[in-house]
Structures are given as C-alpha cells and as structure tokens.
C-alpha cells in the first residue's frame, strides 16, 4: 500500500513559517503584509476557497481584505478596482477568483495586475520568468508549486533520472509543472486529450500529476510499481451510498485502485488543494518581502 503524503499536513507547516516570517518583518519594519482577493458573482466553491484565502491570510497575521462584486458587474469597474488595488501601499498581493463570469475578459483581467503583485503567477511577466528560469524573481502559481513541494517531500528536490508525466496542458496547473519538474531535472511528458495510448504513457511515469478535471479517470493499472502520484483534480460526484442527493469529492485518479501500484500518492480531499492556499500565503509574504527591499525567506 502507498504511502498516503498529507497535504494538510504540509500546507500546515508552511503556513507556520509564513506566520514567522510575517512576524519578523513586522519586528523589522513595522510593516505587515496585505492581501487583497477579488471575487465576482455567486460560486459557492469559489465563496469557499475565497474565505478560506482570508481565514488562511489573518491567521498568517496578513491584513486581508476582500472585494465581493455581484455577478452583473462590468470589465470596466474591475479593471478600475485591481488598478486601485495596484496603487495601495498596504497591499502586496492581488488575486481575481476564477473563474470569472462569461461576460469578463478573464484575460485582459489577469494581465492588469501588476507583476509583483500577482501571487496567483498567472501575469505574462511571471509566466515568462519561471518558462525561462528565473524563479528566484518570479511568482509561481500556487498549485503546481505546492504540487512541487508534496514532490519534494517524497523524494527530495533534485529529480534527475526521474520521468515524470503530467496529464492536462492548461496554463493554471499544466504548463508550470512542466516547468517545475523540468527545472527539478525531470523528464517531463505533457500529455492531453489527444495524446495516443495515454495508459501506457503513464505507466512510463515515475512522478505522474493528474490534472484533467475528469473524476477518477486515471486507474491502478495505468500507474507505475512505486510511482509518486500527485492528484491536482477536485471533482464533486454523486455518492448515493452517503444518502439521496449527496455528494463526495474525488480527483483525477482512481484513488484505491491507483493506491495499490502507487509508492506514494495524494488523497482528494487532502492533498494538493489545501497546498494551494499555502502557497498564496507563501507568494504574498514573498511580494512583502520585496516591497520592503528584503530578501524572502525559503519555503
Ligand atoms: N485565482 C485563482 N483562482 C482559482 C485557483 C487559483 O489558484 N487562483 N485555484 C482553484 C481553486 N482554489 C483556489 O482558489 C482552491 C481549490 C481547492 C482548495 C482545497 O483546499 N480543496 C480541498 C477541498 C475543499 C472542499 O471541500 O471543497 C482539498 O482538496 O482538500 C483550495 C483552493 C480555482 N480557482
């Protein structure tokens, strides 16, 4: 059976040396650092993971501020909000929920934020940097990089000789864990929707990260003997046997059946997403940091 990596657990840790380092920059500068998370519309999981952001950001000692705007606003009011939001001194870091209602330019959006506030790391300056190696400056999306320390600790940071295959090509998750195992020294495969032979794919990998947003499609016979198996997917499905109507999370991956084959693995709930929040926590005490003309701790 694999070993079960907690991501609770991790996300824990982290968040303690975050809440450290808050507190040292206070002491320092008497400066404390500020997040500001913007949500439109009505999504109840994304008025979940939003409120978990600001829990999360206060119990860091963050000041945390949120913007809730209803689903009808438009591109103009929220393009003049993250520039008012850009020009505030008491906030490091701005993030937009996503996703974002049809009628927004969820692009032209993300852009708008200024790069060294953009703590989600979707701006194409940050984009850029972490595509060509410059990671010390850059702000890495919190998903793949929390993904990258749950990797980190089952087999260390230097993945040389290692295969890893990562199964979704989107910007959020995707195409920067490409390019965190890539500069982990992996050999990495992204594989998508029109890949051939998927399952044998897979069974090449020795670092395998789901993130295709499909629930449980990945299978105990598709992973290979000791394989480290990262499952970014959330997917909510009907669990009749909890009752009528109910419903269960579940990730990408079979989890029973991949836990068999599978040296270690991650559960759904409980592994890759509360890393994702952490690593917010993280990129904001980073953009801080900066701000302040100091060099960032090391998560
Ligand atoms: N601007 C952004 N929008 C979105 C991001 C993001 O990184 N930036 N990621 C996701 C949602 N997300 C954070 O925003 C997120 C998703 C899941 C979790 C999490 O802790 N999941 C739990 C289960 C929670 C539940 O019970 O529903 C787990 O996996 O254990 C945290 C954050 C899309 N939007």
């Not at 870091?93 to 703590?119: F, N, R």
């Not at 910007?171 to 890539?182: C, E, R």
């Not at 290979?224 to 499905?237: S, Y």
Request: hydrophobic share 45%; net charge negative.
């Amino acid at each position: 059976m694999a070993q079960i990596i907690d991501g609770k657990a991790v996300a824990a840790e982290v968040t303690e040396g975050v809440k450290t380092a808050a507190e040292m920059l206070k002491a320092q500068t008497g400066m404390q650092p500020g997040l500001a998370v913007v949500i439109v519309g009505e999504d109840p999981a994304s008025k979940v993971y939003v409120a978990n952001k600001g829990r999360t950001a206060r119990a860091c000692g963050f000041l945390s501020v949120e913007h809730a705007l209803p689903d009808d606003t438009g591109q103009e009011a929220l393009m003049g909000l993250i520039d008012e939001l850009n020009g505030d001194p008491a906030i490091h870091g701005v993030l937009v929920q996503l996703p974002l209602p049809g009628h927004i330019d969820e692009g032209a959006v993300i852009q708008a934020i200024a790069p060294d506030k953009d703590v989600d790391g979707f701006h194409f300056t940050n984009v850029g940097k972490l595509g060509t190696g410059v990671t010390d400056s850059a702000f890495v999306p919190c998903t793949p990089a929390g993904s990258m320390l749950l990797i980190e600790s089952v087999l260390g940071k230097d993945l040389s000789g290692k295969n890893a295959v990562v199964v979704g090509r989107s910007n959020i998750v995707g195409k920067p864990m490409f390019n965190l195992l890539l500069a982990a020294n992996a050999t990495v495969t992204v594989a998508h929707s029109r890949t051939k032979d998927l399952p044998g794919l897979c069974r090449t990998a020795d670092i395998l990260v789901a993130a295709v947003g499909r629930p449980q499609m990945i299978k105990g016979n598709w992973v290979k003997p000791g394989a480290t198996v990262i499952d970014v997917g959330i997917n909510r499905i009907a669990a009749p046997e909890k009752g009528e109507g109910k419903t269960r999370l579940v990730g990408d991956v079979d989890f029973d059946d991949a836990a068999e084959a599978a040296g270690a693995i991650t559960p759904v709930p409980g592994g890759v997403g509360p890393m994702t929040i952490a690593m917010l926590m993280v990129n904001t005490i980073v953009a801080a940091y900066r701000s302040a003309g100091r060099t960032p701790p090391v998560f």
